[in-house]
């Protein structure tokens, strides 16, 4: 792990750096030990209730599939010099080098998910290709101006408390045609207000969150700091297997909650849980990808 002069994190920042520390062995039990974001799903594919996540090839194969999706607009190549920004355990970093051969560079405020990426390319003989940097991205992406290629952001901003200030730093370290590939958790376009009240907002403490945008919000983000919409789309329902996933999880914690455990752990677990398949299956939540180039 290679640190660069760190700055301050922000307190937003820090509550997230607590909650995946705080997770982390949670994610790798319950979803899978490389990839902390959603997957995108052929038929088939969704685990059966009560199958381990972490030993589902069908969740496997979603998870890369969404790491495709999201990259393909990027055609990334082996002479690309690639940032995973928010780069959770080093999965997507460990996947992009292994099948394009480029450099991928990972930046996380976790140090527990930087040491865990660091064996996860070691145990991979990925050394000269993967390595990773501890930053703050919602503040600062420590690379020199003009000196990447491809920007990868899958799940991440939505935990950023400054996404403006990201994406002008995006723009910063980007080359002229550089771009951002990305995807996110986001609100429905067109919510009234007390709907986003309701449904959204009380995601933000439950998942770390620092509230959602939409598409329309993103869209205006990403031009007002310097970058061009090439692509906004959904993933046509095969995410919502996603939600199928969750929604099991929540029933087998609520048994294990009636059967007479009652640990701090577990409750929050399930009201965090809860938040989040009442905003999704009532149709308020999304998640979408976009690409963007700098002009």
Known sequence: MNDSIEAPVAAHERSVQEYYDVMTRGFHLQWNP???????????????????????????????????????????????????????VGGTAIHLARTRGCKV???????????????????AGLEGRVNFKYADCSRHLPFADASVDVLVNIESARHYSNRARFLREVRRILRPGGKIVASDWMARASLRPEQYH??????????????????????????????????????????????????????????????GMRAPTLLNLI???????????????????????KA
């Open 34 to 88: 490389d990839h902390i974001h959603m997957g995108v799903f052929e038929p088939g594919e969704c685990p059966r209730h009560n199958e381990h996540m972490k030993d589902s090839t069908g969740l496997h194969c979603a998870l890369e599939r969404m790491i495709e999706l999201v990259v393909a607009p990027a055609a990334i190549a082996e002479h690309h010099q690639v940032v995973d920004a928010g780069c959770g």
């Open 105 to 123: 560079t990972g930046v996380n405020l976790s140090r527990l998910h930087l040491e865990l990426a660091d064996r996860k390319v070691a145990d």
């Open 198 to 259: 309701k449904f959204i907002r009380p995601l933000s403490p439950a998942w770390a969150l620092c509230d959602l945008e939409s598409q329309a919000t993103y869209t205006r983000l990403l031009r007002t700091n310097g970058l061009k919409v090439l692509e906004f789309d959904g993933f046509a329902g095969r995410e919502l297997d996603n939600l199928q996933i969750i929604m099991n999880t929540y029933q087998s914690l609520r048994l294990l909650r009636h059967s």
């Open 271 to 293: 009201a965090r849980i809860e938040k989040l398949c009442n905003a999704w299956r009532n149709g308020y939540f999304d998640i979408r990808r976009y690409c963007a180039v």
